[in-house]
């Protein structure tokens, strides 16, 4: 599966990500004579342990990696000028190799939102069920158990999670429930509010203890494959067209994977399809370059047009994230000293996991979430901005949870490297549905070189901030509730006025569990807000950029995945997605991958058994 000589293949895949390792491996286990490459700008990631062992994600996010690629937004004034960092994976798997690994599904409702011919859920779930290996639990009607991706409890049970579902099944009065991914459940036992606190389960092997991606589990076990090539450090420029046919890819050596070689062009011709898997950021660009947009775009870029489709790049959509630590017990287990790379912790717990998959190796240390909807009380709370998106979107349809409320064990973000040697504990939580959308396009920048024009839209709706606000609150008194509790890391909260009782700092303990809930004032309020337009990031969940839409419509690709405009292009991965998804993106991706496989083979006549 390495590069050699060949200038011609059957399917070329622009992008080597999550969604392309499956298309191509499932279109290579079915008919392995098919000569298949692989173009990614990143690097391998086989049997790497940065990419295999699931607790190392944390390291991936570092503003000094090289398995990301970091896209630079414009400032935006709801974000108080701030310029968003927006990133994306860039390794062969993509985001599946770095990601959280947590497991969530969305309801399949979703997607029969997308009112796509051949995408609804009742096409979809044999789909679902085809790509996974759920370890969990035996006999669940929409979950898979014999397929390639691994679902598993992972290697480690944390308590201080448990101390998450306790508080919340008590204070919050939400119920339990063992599968909050079963696409439907939300709440137990009324239409009113949903909201199951569930134990997480994970893209972990529940044996060997490792991060089950896309790339190891669609394309490396293929490796006996002469036909299946994988050409890494390869930036793909523009797809190349003869007429308005794809006929191949012209690609350059990447900067960031191979500084020091030279960026002369290559061309690779494709004799049956071209399919860009790019990503919400590197498909729409690669159309740009290509001649394939808006005219207004391509003009101001001096780039020839091929086809007018001024969708390409429009309806930018990401999940809304915030993180706020806390600081936890000193008995409590936290990922903290993993992830401080603490030798003898790390040497012990490799050992553990190098034996027999478990140990904190093989966790991501998030363990619970909720999947969150407002009763009657919260919604009064929230106030009047956020009703009209509650009685347009969400009223009538008690299976859209608003957002995902999750504790992380341990701290993961910028001031890694910086606090003191204790634990710590994150709460996590991020918007599903936000009404703001964006856009993502390519532009020239002032020396004449390629730059990104990227809007992310974040909080431009009013609406958007409302539920984002209400979290910080509804969670921070969860987390004073919880026995390993001992205050907030204060530089790190809202910066409340003297005086507030509101105040962070650190504590003794815990307060009672029936305690009164901090009571905030109109200042505080507004000290929540601008911290939150201060910090509000991405949930690493791009989508939509060249959506799956009528083209009337600014759609970019037909039912069938389809370039409009011209013949022999297909696009596969997220940007396709219309509308967006109640869910960790992972799941989506992987699906897509599984439809665009039955797409192609069909369209060439393979017999699609695998």
């Known amino acids: 599966m390495s590069p050699s000589s060949p200038t011609e293949f059957d399917i070329i895949f622009a992008g ?40 190392q994600y944390a390291f991936h996010i570092a503003p000094t990696s090289t398995t990301l690629t970091f896209n630079f937004a414009n400032p935006s004034p709801r974000l108080n000028g701030r310029a968003l960092i927006v990133t994306s994976g860039r390794s062969v798997g993509g985001g599946s190799t770095i990601n959280f690994g947590s497991y969530t599904r969305p309801p399949a409702s979703d997607y029969d939102d997308w009112a796509v011919e ?20 035996p006999g669940r009607p929409t979950h898979g158990y014999t397929g390639p ?23 919050h009065k939400r119920p339990y429930s063992d599968d909050t991914d079963d696409l439907e459940t939300c709440n137990t036992y009324s239409a009113i509010y949903c909201g199951s606190y569930s134990c997480v389960k994970r893209y972990i092997d529940g044996t060997t203890g490792k991060r089950s991606d896309a790339a190891h589990c669609y394309i490396y076990n293929q490796a006996q494959n002469p036909n299946l090539q994988i050409w890494v ?73 091929l086809v007018s489709l001024p969708g390409v790049g429009e309806n930018y959509a990401d999940h809304n994230a915030v ?63 956020f009703q009209p998106r509650w009685n347009e979107f969400f009223r009538d349809r008690p299976d859209k949870c608003v957002s995902i409320f999750s504790l992380i064990a341990g701290y993961v973000g910028p001031l890694v490297g910086t606090l003191p040697p204790r634990n710590y504990m994150m709460a996590v939580y991020f918007t599903l549905y936000p009404a703001s959308a ?43 509730r919880m026995p390993s509790y001992r205050g907030e890391l ?44 201060d910090c509000v990031q991405t949930t690493w969940h791009s989508l939509g950029t060249c959506a799956m839409k009528p083209q009337a419509e600014q759609g970019v690709v037909d039912a069938r995945l389809n370039v409009y405009g011209v013949t022999n292009l297909k696009i596969a991965d997220m940007s396709i997605v219309p509308k967006n998804v109640g869910t960790n993106t992972y799941s989506t991706a992987l699906l897509i991958g599984e439809k665009a496989a039955m797409i192609i083979a069909e369209e060439l006549g393979i017999d699609f058994d695998v």
Request: charged share 25%; with cysteine; hydrophobic share 40%.
């Open 438 to 480: 964006g856009s993502m396009h390519i532009k020239v920048d002032a020396n004449g070189k390629e730059a990104l024009d990227f809007t992310p839209g974040f909080l431009d709706d009013p609406s958007d901030i409302v539920p984002i606000n209400f979290a910080y609150k509804k969670m921070r008194e969860i987390y004073r």
């Open 118 to 137: 051949g995408w609804e859920s009742r096409n979809l779930i044999p789909l679902m069920k085809k790509l996974e290996t759920y370890e969990v639990q």
């Open 490 to 533: 204060a530089e790190a909260h809202p910066k409340f006025p003297e005086g507030s009782a509101a105040a962070c700092g650190e504590a003794s303990g815990p307060v009672d569990l029936n305690a009164p809930d901090i009571v905030y004032t109109a200042e505080d309020d507004e000290a929540i807000e601008k911290y939150h337009r």
């Open 16 to 55: 080597g990500g999550a969604t392309a390792c499956v298309v191509a491996g499932r279109l290579a286990a079915c008919d392995s004579s098919l000569k298949i490459l692989v173009l990614e700008a990143g690097e391998h990631t086989l049997d790497k342990p940065a990419h295999v062992q699931p607790y």
């Open 323 to 385: 993180s706020v630590p806390y600081l936890a017990a000193d008995e409590a287990i936290t990922m903290d000293p993993l992830w401080r790379r603490e030798e003898s912790v790390t040497k012990n717990a490799l050992a553990q996991w190098t034996s027999n998959g478990k140990s904190l190796i093989a966790s991501n240390g998030a363990d619970a979430k909720i999947k969150w909807r407002p009763d009657g009380d919260e919604l009064k709370a929230m106030g009047s901005a």
């Open 233 to 305: 450090g390869k930036r793909v420029t523009r797809v190349i067209f003869e007429d308005k046919r794809a006929v191949g890819i012209e690609f350059t050596n990447d900067p960031v994977s191979r500084p020091d070689a030279d960026r002369s062009l290559s061309t690779v011709k494709a004799s049956k399809l071209v399919v860009v898997s790019a990503g919400a950021f590197g498909s729409p660009a690669i159309l740009e370059r290509s001649g394939i947009g808006a005219e207004a775009v391509l003009k101001r870029c001096g780039i020839k047009p």
């Open 149 to 171: 991706i691994k679902v598993s409890p992972g290697g480690h049970k944390l308590g201080i999670c448990e101390e998450f579902i306790r508080v919340g099944t008590t204070y």
